[in-house]
């Protein structure tokens, strides 16, 4: 890709607040302090530490903003990962965000590039192997502009479906090289639901996706069960399962139909995962079913607050009722195609609606059981990048995977 390509190398770190956080402000006693934090997990001793970089929220993503990631061939994973953003802003902010990324392969390894890098430099490193788009947290409604929980914020839910035909313009300029777009989900807003809109909501922002000239991935986010019931969506276009590949010999990498998650290899080597990140939640079940009544006493059990939308006063403010986590059966699903991923030397792409590392989001926006996922990401060596939506600030993460020593 040729544009975006003067962009500032952003590696945002540390962030931790107390209280409920609703639109980038903290709800609850100001000066209240933070929880104590609970370790991370960490690598086993020996393990090599790839550099990966974690990518949390979709709300302030601009607009075809670019992404490139240089990978280095002949290694298990990658020696150095390069991240260069240009923005191309000048439309209306509507609270989520799009990007379209570039994988590169290098014929050496790379160390991270320097921000001061030239355009023409960057351009003679490598061209991209595939280019994928991603979109996240549209929240369409076709009702009038709003505002976040504190009023500090307007929510464009009709103007957001414009913004949609934009990015989709913006991709289908880069067809060529185009090979899929990844939306991350929230692609209606849970109003729908209460003026009773949900499918025609639907409906109409599926429409512009089908002007797309490359296949789309689904993924599905607590709006998404807002409207609609589990048994709804699997039944319906948001469920792409079937665009995933299934390994040869390999029947432990075949993914259940109890939750939504799956794997596909858009170029040899690169292998990308969708994880279902309300495998374990209250929302789009049956009140009556076993799974509802046991995800409800878990989330009491973390979160005694009569309003269970908020983390006032949590350890763990991620048991919230608008998050939700990773059954076992998934994470040894996910667990079984990350080793076959190390055992081929495969580079893997992992994305979800709900982010998983506490350096790219509030607390109160991470999956409940977020240290499960990070234990079997690091205790791997193919995963590269992480990308979530969810959480509606711009957060990334370039970091070496943590050790024993830290």
Known sequence: ???????????????????????????????????????????????????????????????????????????????????????????KNTGFGVRTVDFSFQET????????????????????????????????ADIEDGYNFLRTRTRYYRYSLCHLQGAIEEWNEESNHLFFVLQLGDIIDGFNAQYKVSEESLENVLKEFKKLKAPVHHSWGNHEFYNFSRDYLKNSKLNTKFLGDQIAHCPETIPSENYYAYHFVPFPKFRFVLLDAYDLSVLGLDQSSPKYQDCMKMLKEKNPNKELNSPQGLSEPQFVRYNGGFSQDQLDWFNAVLTFSDTNQEKVVVVGHVPIHPDTSEEECLAWNYRDALSVIWSHKCVVCFFAGHNHDDKELLRNCPTTKE
């Open 109 to 140: 390894s790379l160390k991270v590039m320097d921000k001061n890098l030239s355009s023409g430099a960057i351009d003679e490193i490598s061209e991209p192997c595939f280019s994928f788009g991603i979109i996240s947290d549209i929240q369409y």
């Open 1 to 91: 890709m040729k544009r975006g390509r003067n962009g500032r190398l952003r590696l945002l770190g540390n962030r931790h607040t107390a209280g409920w956080r609703e639109g980038g402000r903290v709800i609850g006693q100001e000066g209240q302090p933070s929880p104590p934090k609970l370790p991370l997990p960490h690598l086993p001793v020996g393990c090599p530490e790839p550099l990966l970089r974690w990518f949390g929220g979709g709300g302030s993503l601009r607009l075809a903003s670019c992404v490139d990631l240089v990978l280095a061939p002949g290694t298990v994973y990658p020696k150095g990962l390069s991240a260069v953003i240009g923005d191309k802003c000048g439309r």
